[in-house]
């Protein structure tokens, strides 16, 4: 009798839970920009397009320009079809991304889309991360190269983020999906996030760990963004655990077979850099969500977690070659001396 009372009490909830999601879906149609976004800084560097649909964002000597969701939420899918800037954008970084750091500077939340430019002639690179409750010196960052040329036309970069995984999407492929597991702790981004979209001058940092500038004598740099979606639960305005269930059983959380081969396709081909086999950094430790439990795939990477089989040279950009630079000396440990231990990677 006891089991067949606890088998009806788990049909009873599978059965609400069907029902709740039945009953609630994830609107994932664009919205105007005024209807889910206000500028967030740059003044005039932020242009809207006359009817509200697009936007774009300036950096020039001045100022970069970005803007921000009206609403925060509490998981959802997130998208912005993005064009890049062309011609020489070394320095140059374009996000798309959720935070909280506004609310909580000590321990925010953050789901990233980077897109990071280069010399002319080189390769824009996209680098993904997610850090939760501060967890920044955890960063969990992977790099990628793309099979397009992301200046010709917009692409669309997407966040699906449910209680359960983070998963990236580039033009509707999954490109990364990280799955929160026990072990990650609070390192799980897990409190209302708002969307941003900024352009900004990166020059520290975002192409070969500083080595080249922004040069604004080719400014203004301009990203255009259309195509925006905020398919969430907005932070506090009820209906918070149907609309949980509604985005746990929409399309873009579920990962089928079919999109977990595309995903390891797109990643076989295109993935430059992954925390979860960089070993220089971490000196061995291996991250609770990382999936390689009998090291299979760490033949494929170097020890500070490049890929050995990414070859940007050879992939048919249209932009007009500059001769290669020498490499740098390989310092101990194979690891060329210029290389900073932290998004520096280079790959050309």
Known sequence: MAT???LMVVLSWAAGLAAAAAAASVDTSPVPFQAGYMPLFGGDNLVRSPGGRSVRLKLDRRTGSGFVSKSAYHHGYFSASIKLPDDHTAGVVVAFYLSNADVF?????EVDFELLGNRRGHEWRVQTNVYGNGSTSRGREERYLLPFDPTLRPHAYAVAWTPTAVVFYVD??????????PAMGGDFPSKP???YATIWDGSAWATEGGRYKVDYAHAPFAADFSQLVLGGCPAGGGGGARCAVAVMTAEFAVMTPAK????RRFRRRHLLYTVCHDRYRYKGTVFPECDDAD???????HRWGESKRVSPGRRGYKQQQEKEEPRADKAAGGRPSTWPTIGTLRAD
């Open 295 to 301: 090291g299979s795939e760490r033949d494929d990477f």
């Open 172 to 181: 509707g492929t999954p490109i990364r999906e990280v799955v929160r597991v």
């Open 193 to 195: 996030m708002s969307v």
């Open 105 to 109: 500077p000590r321990n925010h939340d």
């Open 260 to 263: 977990r081969a595309a995903m």
């Open 4 to 6: 067949g009372a606890a």
